[in-house]
């Protein structure tokens, strides 16, 4: 079955084509990304409004160029998947509308998926991919979840945050320190230059039993210590890229140690990481170490699937269609809030 697959939940408009009839990554036939994070950096974040118009503007082009990459044409699609949620829910009602309407008009099955099963499943476009079982890390802008994936669609969830997402921090912290939106890369390259002995951040949650998280403490410790370098004067470059390395251990250390507690707890000899932080490289770093001396092993997507892309729904989307789940025709999906 070879299914077009629809992103548009937040700033980037992706589409991708996968085929059923191949297996992993072979399957991805094309695939295109338009990321709108340029218009948004003016405003230190996105703009709901702004980010619909966009994506009305962009798909269809983008939609015609995948088709041409994978030498197809409209015809020839066989299913059409879309991210209905979570998301903003204008930007997710321009992806929603868009894939019924070919459908109808194709005369195909459409369906809507869940975003953040996109980003789970996303390192199964890899050539290393990971078998099922395996605990899956899900750190994104809007969630930091470990979850037992038994296999598509088996989802147990372990822990998740109980207040901020770990790119939320990432973000947040980035606007203290007075760093480009979005944060996480920012706050990553000036910590490469930070001393890490110099402060230490707490790990929060980590001194009781449990896979939560937190991490709006972190937020305000990384505030209090700017602001008393700053009432000091002492607060220059290199204090700057100290505290940010502080920051960046904290997040980093803590989503380790529960990677870690999620691996015993649950036996499984597989970690997947996925979502936005996932590029993070420290923490690929770290959590290379520490699957490596329990014997278990760490799967990633590739960079550019890491972030939001057209190809995680594309996959997704094809199972789940080649599998038999449908849209009600017609009936389109945009769940802004969408546990
Ligand atoms: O998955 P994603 O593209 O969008 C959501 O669904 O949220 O994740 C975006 C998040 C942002 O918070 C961004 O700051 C963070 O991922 N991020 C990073 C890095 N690259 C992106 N955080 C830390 N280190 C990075 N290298
Ligand atoms: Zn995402």
């Known amino acids: 079955m ?132 395996f605990v899956a890390l899900l750190v994104s802008g809007g969630h930091t979840q470990l979850v037992a994936v038994q296999g598509l669609g088996e989802y147990t969830l372990l822990g ?58 972190l937020k305000t410790h990384t505030l209090t210590t700017l602001r008393q370098h700053e009432e000091a004067g002492t607060l220059d470059a290199q204090t700057r890229a100290d505290i940010t390395r502080a920051f960046e251990e904290a997040v980093v250390d803590t989503l380790v140690i529960k990677c870690r507690r999620a691996l015993d707890q649950t036996g499984l000899k597989r970690i997947v990481m996925a979502g936005g932080v996932s590029a993070n490289t420290r923490l690929r770093e770290r959590l290379a170490v520490e699957t490596q001396k329990r014997g278990a092993e760490a799967f990633y997507p590739r960079g550019r699937f890491c972030t939001d892309n057209g190809a995680m729904i594309a996959y997704v989307g094809a199972q789940r269609l080649a599998a038999g789940e449908r849209d009600v025709p017609g009936e389109m999906q945009a769940t802004p809030r969408w546990p």
């Open 2 to 133: 070879r299914v077009l697959g629809i992103e548009t939940s937040c700033d980037e408009t992706g589409v991708a084509i996968y085929d059923t009839s191949r297996q992993g990554g072979d399957g991805l036939l094309a695939d295109a990304l338009y990321s709108q994070v340029s218009m948004h950096a003016e405003y230190g974040g996105v703009v709901p409004e702004l980010a619909s118009r966009d994506h009305t503007r962009k798909l269809l082009p983008l939609i015609e160029q995948v088709l041409a990459e994978a030498k197809m044409t409209r015809a020839e699609l066989e299913g059409i998947a879309y991210t209905a949620g979570p998301g903003l829910v204008g930007a997710l009602m321009v992806g929603a509308s868009t894939a019924h309407g070919m459908a109808r008009a194709l005369d195909i099955p459409v369906l809507g998926v869940h975003h953040m099963e996109g980003h789970l499943l996303a390192p199964m476009l890899e050539e290393k991919a990971p078998a099922f079982p």
């Open 160 to 217: 998740e945050s109980v207040d901020d997402a770990a790119g939320e921090a990432f973000d947040k912290a980035a606007k203290m320190l007075g760093l480009a939106y979005p944060g996480g890369p920012e706050v990553a390259r000036l910590a490469e230059t930070g001393d890490p002995k110099r402060f230490r951040f707490p790990r929060p949650m980590t001194d009781r039993p449990g896979l939560d998280f937190s991490f709006s403490g």
